[in-house]
């Protein structure tokens, strides 16, 4: 599995556009980035999925430069609710087993 | 509604009282997980099965059992539960391969004195 390299927290104010990048250097040719949203005393919650270039959908848009080495999650016009640890996940279909979810990246919405 | 339950949500014991975590899932997922969330560690997978009668371990499975004999529940067994085994635990299904979508359940706060 690659190993993946993103911040531990970010602070944002209410209404801004937040972006958290991840890095994984070594993905492999089959890996797929996912990102999980998980609020306080909750399960993750899948949010986005790419492979290349860019993916948005109603929540977020994750954009993966074509050496694929980094991924940048999206948030557009935060809010407070928006307040959550992401994760970045990144490996491909052949496994068995789940994807490592680390720590994950702490943002932190002010009003 | 689509969904994972577990049971209890919050659960108190003592150190070597056996307990049992029930998880539950109503989407005909092929694959089950327990996590462990511990402050500053992340989620941590204890076991995973990929279907009935078949589980393997995790990255943390010491102290922990599991069974698989319906495809829909996924019960996860402390024998002789000891207090670094207090922790937020978490349920997770999902079809097909790993990079699907998984889904999580609400969790169970777990504390050992």
């Known amino acids: 599995l690659a190993k993946t390299t993103q911040p531990i927290s970010m602070d944002s104010y209410e209404g801004q556009e937040v972006n958290i990048t991840c890095s994984h250097n070594?993905?492999?040719?089959?890996?797929?980035i996912t990102w999980y949203q998980q609020f306080p005393s909750q399960g993750p919650r899948f949010i986005i999925q790419g492979y290349k270039t860019k993916v948005t959908n109603e929540v977020a848009s994750l954009f993966i430069p074509a050496d694929r080495k980094s991924s940048t999650l999206s948030l557009p016009r935060v809010s407070l609710s928006d307040t959550a640890v992401y994760y970045c996940?990144?490996?491909?279909?052949?496994?068995?087993?789940?994807?490592?979810f680390g720590t994950g990246t702490r943002l932190t919405v002010i009003p | 509604e689509a969904q994972v339950t577990q049971n209890p949500r919050y659960l108190i014991t003592v150190t070597g009282k056996k307990l049992t975590v029930t998880c539950s899932q109503n989407?005909?997922?092929?694959?089950m997980s327990w996590y462990r969330q511990d402050p500053g560690l992340g989620l941590r997978q204890i076991y995973y099965?990929?279907?009935?009668?078949?589980?393997d371990k995790g990255d943390v499975p010491e102290g922990y059992k599991v069974s698989r004999k319906e495809k829909r529940n996924f019960p996860l067994i402390l024998e002789s539960p000891s207090p670094n085994q207090t922790s937020l635990y978490f349920c997770a299904s999902r079809t097909g391969g790993a990079v699907n979508e998984q889904f999580f359940g609400p969790g169970t706060r777990l504390t050992v004195l």
């Open positions: 070594n993905i492999a040719t089959n890996d797929y």
């Open positions: 099965s990929m279907n009935v009668e078949v589980t």
């Open positions: 996940l990144v490996g491909d279909d052949t496994g068995a087993n789940n994807l490592f």
């Open positions: 989407m005909n997922h092929e694959y």
